[in-house]
T-cell receptor
Framework: AQTVTQSQPEMSVQEAETVTLSCTYD???????LFWYKQPPSRQMILVIR??????QNATENRFSVNFQKAAKSFSLKISDSQLGDAAMYFC?????????FGSGTKLNVKP | DTAVSQTPKYLVTQMGNDKSIKCEQN?????MYWYKQDSKKFLKIMFS???????INETVPNRFSPKSPDKAHLNLHINSLELGDSAVYFC??????????????FGPGTRLTVL
């Protein structure tokens, strides 16, 4: 079975500061992909960052980076220089067998 | 231009009614999906079609029936609506699944409220 766990239902960060969102997952497969999606109030699911499990190097996309610990099955998202527009629900997801398995989400508040 | 579109964006209806949600993608993708996001924001796949053929069918009540008239469309028909069907339904599309990963593009979602 594939599961994704986000243990932080809600987090807050001051504008311009850094925040890290946690995610752990479970899979018996060796080949899979991990994602962070952002869902603003508009409900649109927006891909933030992607990590291939076979790659050891952590993915980065501008202010977004991940800390991928394959042995620990951990995949955290770091947002640097937080902006008001980063406020949203963030979903961690595992992709395997043509299906996504999503975590329950973390609501990120950004304080001006 | 909208890549994946859904209609309607909001749907309010009474228990027991039958309703449909439409999804269209103009990306030339072969595969389309329906996801359900419940009140706790938990997002879970329901169905997947590849070239009009059902390839993923999660444990979903028979009242839910996807219909794919062509590979650019995947509609979701729901019979005898129940209160628990209230959720946001997302359509998504991707290139044909195979080895590796093909990015899924999500529609804007349809918020269904059953009264």
């Amino acid at each position: 079975a594939q599961t994704v766990t986000q243990s932080q239902p809600e987090m807050s960060v001051q504008e311009a500061e850094t925040v890290t969102l946690s995610c752990t997952y479970d899979t018996s497969e060796s080949d899979y992909y991990l994602f962070w999606y952002k869902q603003p109030p508009s409900r649109q699911m927006i891909l933030v960052i992607r990590q291939e499990a076979y790659k050891q190097q952590n993915a980065t996309e501008n202010r977004f980076s991940v800390n991928f610990q394959k042995a620990a099955k951990s995949f955290s998202l770091k947002i640097s220089d937080s902006q008001l527009g980063d406020a949203a629900m963030y979903f961690c997801a595992l992709y395997n067998f043509n299906k996504f398995y999503f975590g329950s989400g973390t609501k990120l508040n950004v304080k001006p | 231009d909208t890549a994946v579109s859904q209609t309607p964006k909001y749907l309010v209806t009474q228990m027991g009614n039958d309703k449909s949600i439409k999804c269209e993608q103009n990306l030339g993708h072969d595969t389309m999906y329906w996801y359900k996001q419940d009140s706790k924001k938990f997002l879970k796949i329901m169905f997947s079609y590849n070239n009009k053929e059902l390839i993923i069918n999660e444990t979903v009540p028979n009242r839910f029936s996807p219909k794919s008239p062509d590979k650019a469309h995947l509609n979701l028909h729901i019979n005898s609506l129940e209160l628990g069907d209230s959720a946001v339904y997302f359509c998504a599309s991707s290139r044909e699944p195979g080895q590796g990963y093909n990015e899924q593009f999500f529609g804007p979602g349809t918020r269904l409220t059953v009264l």
